[in-house]
Each structure stands twice: as C-alpha cells, then as structure tokens.
C-alpha cells in the first residue's frame, strides 16, 4: 500500500490539486448559505489562504472540514460585523440642535455656576442635599444612613435650597 508523501498539504503541487478540486464546492457552499452580500468568493479564497498559512498542521485528509470551517466561520464573523454596523447606524448622532449657540454658552455657565454653589455648602447640607436631590432617598432614608433625625435632614436640605436660591438669584 502507498503511504502518503506528506502529512501535510505544504506541496505546492497537492495544495494546487486541493484548491482547483474544493474551491468551486467551497464558494459554493458560502453562496448557497450566506448569499452575495457578503461576498463569498472572497472569504472562500482567505480560507485557502489560511489553509496554506497553517498547512504543517494540516493533514490532507483534514485539509477539507478545515477550509470549510474557516470559510463558513469568516463568514459568520462578517455577519455579526454588519449586525454591528447596522446598531450604530440606528444610533444617529445630532446633526443640529434646536439651540442657539448663545443658550448652550448660558447653559454651560448655569451649571458651572450651580456646581460652584453647590460645593459652598457645608459638608452636611451638601451630603444631605444631594442624597435626597441626586440619589432620589427619603428623608427618612438619609437620617439612618447619616444617623440624624429626619428633622435635621429636613433643615440640612432647607438650609441647603436657600443658599442655593440665593447664589443663584445672584446670576
């Protein structure tokens, strides 16, 4: 019995063989799967690629599962690629906003202005207030938390919005 010259398809006469006897099967595997869109005759022609990139690991009896398996996986690859594509493209960017320039610079300075007045608190109004304002907890949430009673909580955040009204009348 003739044993095989190679374990591998390295010879460049056997991986010609291979390719001129699979590629047709191959391109038309992908075409049959995954249409034209994504361009299979490509994909099939980086599968051979590939093969003759690995083909020391590449037994010739293996040479066909392993074409198709990179062929069929790049295209699958290629798939997720466009379903990604396609997410972004649902996420439009703003072109152009209602606002004038001149409201988004008043904006921006309100809420530099509102940040600064904010850190002027003291360190309990400020805790207190942002808790119940940011965080969105009860007063009765914060007491426990900052072991107060909820009647101090409730001046801390009344301390806290008037001196905030009072900065902010100043704008």
Not at 55 to 61: A, E, I, L
Not at 162 to 167: A, G, M, W
């Amino acid at each position: 019995m003739p044993k095989p010259l190679q374990d591998n398809i390295c010879n460049e006469g056997m991986f010609s063989a291979f390719f001129k006897k699979h590629y047709q099967s191959l391109y038309s595997y992908l075409y049959y799967k995954f249409g034209d869109y994504l361009n299979p005759e490509d994909k099939a022609q980086e599968a051979f690629t590939k093969l003759w990139q690995n083909c020391n690991k590449v037994t010739p009896g293996k040479a066909k599962s392993y074409v198709f398996t990179i062929g069929n996986n790049m295209m699958l690859n290629e798939v997720k690629h466009h379903k990604v594509v396609l997410q972004h493209q649902k996420i439009k960017p703003r072109s152009h906003t209602n606002e004038n320039p001149e409201f988004l610079m008043q904006e921006q300075e309100y809420l530099q202005k509102l940040q600064r007045a904010i850190a002027n608190l003291t360190e309990s109004e400020r805790t207190a207030f942002l808790m119940n304002r940011v965080e969105g907890k009860k007063h009765k949430e914060i007491a426990a938390i900052l072991d107060i009673s909820t009647k101090a909580v409730e001046k801390r955040i009344y301390r806290a919005l008037s001196k905030l009204r009072q900065d902010i009348e100043e704008l």
